[in-house]
């Protein structure tokens, strides 16, 4: 079985994925209710992986309830919370339960989350993450030791087209791309100026790279976004055109934004697709969707 | 260098000393002094908690640097005030409480915490450089410790949390790898930037460590 993903990335289409985070406990209706919403309209889902450090239910089992229904998945895999043993074993687990996709990263600060005193792992960075799923595929585990059977994953990571400063991000970016980064997703982008110029840089390396596409639901949410979220810009006129509508209609501004953005990127073939994130609004996500007339 | 500390709060202080009533205070003169947490006026201000607490307090001492070996030669001068005393309350680092224990037989109590190793930097100012990781850096990193620098020790590169060259864990804080992007960039060396650094080896010297130099 290969990745479904994969094969749209190579196909040369417009590709969308989107995500839903596992929820913090163990009813997950609503959870897989936004799976059942998603998987036969995008071409990949991505589970979470504690997001925001925050502890919930794993990507791993949120990627396998994807798969379970028929969905193809991204797993994510950050670096916090699992040293290379753990991280090497879960990869074998979601392989052998079809999960074909991982989008690894840093993952963020313990104390931004909500188990302030746990110990931050570590132990590999994104990078050495995405090395190591290639010494699996190769059929190695990083100890130097044959595996009985290797796997096989179309690894990808993320960049953040807005960091400040973004020559050091660009640096890293190209290290993911050298160690054989098959796909990018970015963080959220809203100047279509901003990530034209990234993507005239970006695009000679020839990996496929995603646009994050963030719903924004409020004026407040972009304000709060814009000024709180590292590598995160929304431009005042996107502000201004929220707020110039009543609240009740701000979410189908947002929807119509994020619409816009989307046809513009497909429209004039700036990068290979988009990654929505509706954050908790993933109902939303078809919307989005039809709005850019996908 | 120096060992930073910070004291303890009076009610875990009052806790260590629990079912312990003659207490025989240890400042150090040398790191707590520096950082105002075990000093002559600090030891003095712990005497009258403890007073205040009902604790008889049968003497102290600050001694010069109670990590190495001198102390036993402190030790042996306040022979007897430490041997009427139940308890030896250690406002030096946890690198004195190891080197009293050495020469005591008696419960010896930290009174401060002791945080990470640093350098100061500007008066007053002391950051951690080194983690002491087995397997240095700093010819790569234009001097700047990714392991300390780095709120997630990462030796390949900026995370996605650099938020206008501060760390997303502290808007005060700088990110290491813009240091250490810019100042590389100033020696024209970026290329050490782009080379991929391996997993680190957790156990270049496995714990317990020690070494003998003969
Ligand atoms: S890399 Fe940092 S922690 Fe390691 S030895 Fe050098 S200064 Fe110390
Ligand atoms: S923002 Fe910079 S210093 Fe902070 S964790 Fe990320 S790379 Fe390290």
Redesign the interface.
Known sequence: MVSRFKEALDSGKFVITSEVAPPKGTNLEKFLHHIDLLKDRVDAINITDHQSSVMRFPSLGGALAVVEKGGEAIMQMTC?DRN?MALEADLLFAYTRGIRNVLC?????V??GDHKEAM?V???????LL?TIHQMMDGQD?GGNNLDGAVEFCAGA???PE???I???L??F??KV??GAEFFQT?AIYDLDNFTKFMDYARKFKTPILAGIVLLSSARMARYMTENV??IFVPQDLIDELTGVPKEEMLAKGIEIAGRTIAALKKDAICGGVHIMAIGREEAVPDIMAAAGL | MKSITKQKSIEDIQEGLKGLDRIFVVGCGTCTTMTKTGGIEQVEEMKERLQEMGKRVTGSTVIPTACDDMTEVAMKENEQFIRSADAILSMSCALGVHRMNLYINKPVIPAVDTLFIAVEETPGYFREACAQCGQCLLGQTAGICPLTAC???????????????KC??DKDKDCA??L??NRL?EQGR?DL??Q?????N?HIVPKPRAVKIT
């Open positions: 916090r290379r990263l840093t993952g963020d600060a104390p931004v931050g570590f132990d590999l960075d994104s990078l050495q090395k990083l993320i960049v953040t960091a400040q400063p020559e050091p991000q640096i890293k190209e290290k050298e160690v963080q590292p590598g | 709120h997630k020790g990462l030796v390949n590169g900026p995370c996605g949390g650099t938020n206008n060259g997303e864990v790898w813009t250490i992007y960039k970026l930037m782009r991929y650094q391996p997993p680190r957790h």
